[in-house]
């Protein structure tokens, strides 16, 4: 007989976070001074460490591990994917203060082009994406890099600009030459980049 599953526990979220009109899941922790403006969310079983800021538009996964002070600017996370702090996730590819004839920009004078994380990606510590970079599956972005074109599938990037350096496995470890890695996984290449091997 199968044990019966416990109900969801509701989110925390901290007495200094500010959640705007979008959704917390589920088991969810929102730490002191987070931040989601405007229509921002959040999964399931997710933590968004201290000061952390989520803006407008910004949809995050479930069981995602957002790091202090981490930005992310309408950016597009999927599930199991790790922010590390300061990181920061770029929308606007030509941001300006004000408009040509001087009057000042508000929300609607901004061109949004999220940054898209896919799921189990990792972004390193003050890494920053520039708008409308794709961050492949299981990906790792080193700390400190600046990423200004799309990364993919279980790739490791490092620099500025960043460059693909190595391949990772879906473990955080770096792969050999022969695609193996000491947890066990075995990877080969598939239609779009590399998949694990059967």
């Not at 069981?63 to 950016?75: E, S, Y």
């Not at 890099?145 to 496995?169: E, F, K, M």
Request: charged share 20%; with cysteine; glycine share 16%.
């Amino acid at each position: 007989m199968l044990a019966p599953m416990d109900a969801p526990s509701p989110p925390f979220v901290h007495p200094t976070a500010e959640v705007g009109a979008g959704t917390v899941g589920a088991g969810t922790r929102l730490w002191h001074a987070v931040q989601l403006l405007g229509d921002a969310s959040v999964g399931a079983g997710c933590t968004v460490g201290k000061g952390a800021f989520l803006g407008a538009g910004t949809r995050v996964g479930d069981r995602v591990k957002i790091g202090n002070g981490a930005n992310l600017f309408g950016a597009r996370v999927e599930d199991e994917a790790f922010l590390a702090p300061l990181s920061c996730l770029l929308e606007d590819p030509s941001p300006r203060a004000v408009h040509p004839d001087g009057t000042s920009k508000d929300t609607d004078g901004f061109e949004r082009r999220p940054v898209v994380v896919r799921r189990g990606a990792t972004i390193g510590a003050a890494a920053v994406v520039l708008p409308g970079v794709v961050v492949g599956q299981w990906a790792m972005v080193a700390a400190g890099s600046v990423v200004h074109r799309d990364v993919g599938p279980y790739t490791l990037v490092a620099g500025n600009p960043a460059r693909a350096v190595g391949l990772v496995c879906r473990c955080g470890r770096r792969l050999g030459d022969d695609r193996r890695c000491p947890c066990g996984l075995a990877y080969q290449d598939g239609d779009d980049g590399l998949v694990p091997a059967p």
